[in-house]
């Protein structure tokens, strides 16, 4: 009886010729076959597992343009950079519906893969989103204002709040035996790849 041919992977190839009795295994011009059809099923099989990828957003990749189509994004992110378009869409899908704080938490997460606050600002008609997670400007922050200006309600206004290492957080972040080191300019200084905003955004070694 022959067997199913399913195989459980893109990258599992089929034998054409396992499927057979043994006895053809005997002949080479049956194995010569059955190897030439072999690859053509192979390459069928792999652009199957390939289109049902496009399906699920995790997994798409030239399959993120119908996507972007989809939620009416452009298509001005590099074309490989999938995680960055994934991003986007994701935010674009938890949007879709009643803006609430919840979902303007979760777009902006969903931006910066770490931990945002929503709260109200100072005055009225407007609102904070803060980075709690991350020190120094997120990637994308372009695409994250845009997409938080899509769902936001239209008479508040959207203030960004971000964190960055003053002099004296620096002066608590170096720490020698458990005790606080004082970092002076002349330190910093002594260390020429430590720009300003490489102090003001980046995590720093613990020892001067």
């Known amino acids: 009886m022959a067997r199913a041919l399913t195989p459980r ?7 054409l ?3 057979l009795p043994p006895c053809y295994a ?5 194995c010569d076959w059955q190897n030439a059809l072999s690859a053509v ?5 792999r652009a199957r597992f390939d289109l049902f990828d496009q399906f699920d957003l995790s ?3 030239w399959g993120l343009e119908q996507w972007e189509t989809a939620f009416g994004l452009d298509h001005s ?5 999938y995680a960055a378009r994934r991003e986007r869409i994701q935010g674009k899908m938890r949007g879709a519906g009643t803006s609430t704080e919840e ?8 931006f910066t893969n ?4 929503v709260s109200p600002g100072p005055g009225d008609y407007r609102f904070q989103i803060q980075f709690v997670s991350q020190i120094g400007v997120p990637p994308r922050l372009d695409d994250l204002k845009a997409a938080i200006e899509e769902i936001k309600p239209a008479h508040l206004e959207c203030e960004y709040i971000i964190q960055y290492y003053t002099h004296e957080r620096l002066m608590k972040t170096w720490t020698e035996g458990g005790v606080t080191m004082g970092v002076t300019y002349q330190k910093l200084k002594a260390h020429e790849d430590w720009t300003h905003k490489k102090l003001k955004e980046e995590e720093l070694p613990l020892y001067v």
Not at 114 to 117: A, L, P, Q, R
């Open 77 to 81: 992110l590099p074309p490989g950079d």
């Open 103 to 110: 979902m303007i938490r979760q777009v902006a997460s969903s």
């Open 59 to 61: 997994t798409a990749t």
């Open 41 to 45: 099923v192979n390459e069928l099989w």
């Open 114 to 117: 770490g931990e945002v606050t």
């Open 26 to 30: 005997n002949s080479p011009e049956m």
């Open 17 to 19: 010729i396992d499927l």
């Open 9 to 15: 992977s893109a990258d599992r190839a089929v034998r």
